[in-house]
């Protein structure tokens, strides 16, 4: 199994999740990385997803605390620009939105520029995902091929063989032995 402890910054799960991908090796794919990959193919998910969720709720949280400071804000600026205008005068909400940019224009690009960091590695994080999802029925046609190709030899392998009357008729008492044991 995979050691996922040792992987821990975004750069180094995606040079890990390259090194997946590709099944070939100085030019071939072999039985034995075939093999690796479908091992390893659960494990992998499951990390996948786990980094999956924790982005998620980082960007869920991320998003929550964003909507309550802009929540906050905007009933300050509400209350300041309610506090000497008639109430059939006040503000929309468009307006007074507008107002909270513009008081807080860094701390609110900075934000917008936080959320949107977030979003780009939650996105991220799900190609990755559906890149694997895809990736296993890749390594099952693969599979599906060496079988083919081993079954393929097997049966060269049959027509290569010293086929005499006597190796015939020594093959066939074997089996009638075989049978009646």
Same mark, same amino acid.
């Given at each position: 199994? =995979? #050691?996922?402890?040792?992987?821990? #910054?975004?750069?180094?799960?995606?040079?890990?999740?390259?090194?997946?991908?590709?099944?070939?090796?100085?030019?071939?794919?072999?039985?034995?990385?075939?093999?690796?990959?479908?091992?390893?193919?659960?494990?992998?998910?499951?990390?996948?997803?786990?980094?999956?969720?924790?982005?998620?709720?980082?960007?869920?949280?991320?998003?929550?605390?964003?909507?309550?400071?802009?929540?906050?804000?905007?009933?300050?600026?509400?209350?300041?620009?309610?506090?000497?205008?008639?109430?059939?005068?006040?503000?929309?909400?468009?307006?007074?939105?507008?107002?909270?940019?513009?008081?807080?224009?860094?701390?609110?690009?900075?934000? *917008?520029?936080?959320?949107?960091?977030?979003?780009?590695?939650?996105?991220?994080?799900?190609?990755?995902?559906?890149?694997?999802?895809?990736?296993?029925?890749?390594?099952?046609?693969?599979?599906?091929?060496?079988?083919?190709?081993?079954?393929?030899?097997?049966?060269? #392998?049959?027509?290569? *063989?010293?086929?005499?009357?006597?190796?015939?008729?020594?093959?066939?008492? =074997?089996?009638?032995?075989?049978?009646?044991?």
């Amino acid at each position: 199994m =995979i #050691d996922f402890s040792l992987i821990e #910054d975004d750069s180094e799960k995606v040079e890990f999740m390259n090194s997946m991908f590709n099944l070939v090796k100085d030019g071939e794919c072999t039985p034995d990385l075939l093999n690796t990959a479908l091992v390893n193919y659960a494990s992998i998910s499951a990390w996948l997803i786990t980094i999956l969720e924790s982005v998620e709720k980082e960007n869920n949280d991320l998003k929550n605390e964003y909507n309550v400071w802009i929540a906050d804000k905007f009933i300050e600026v509400r209350n300041k620009l309610s506090e000497n205008i008639a109430k059939s005068k006040m503000p929309s909400q468009t307006e007074i939105t507008n107002q909270v940019i513009v008081e807080n224009k860094e701390e609110y690009l900075d934000w *917008q520029k936080e959320l949107q960091i977030h979003e780009r590695k939650e996105g991220f994080y799900r190609r990755m995902n559906d890149m694997w999802k895809t990736n296993a029925n890749m390594i099952l046609a693969l599979c599906n091929n060496a079988r083919s190709e081993l079954f393929a030899l097997k049966i060269e #392998d049959k027509a290569n *063989q010293d086929i005499t009357k006597e190796n015939l008729i020594r093959h066939n008492k =074997i089996k009638k032995v075989v049978k009646n044991g």
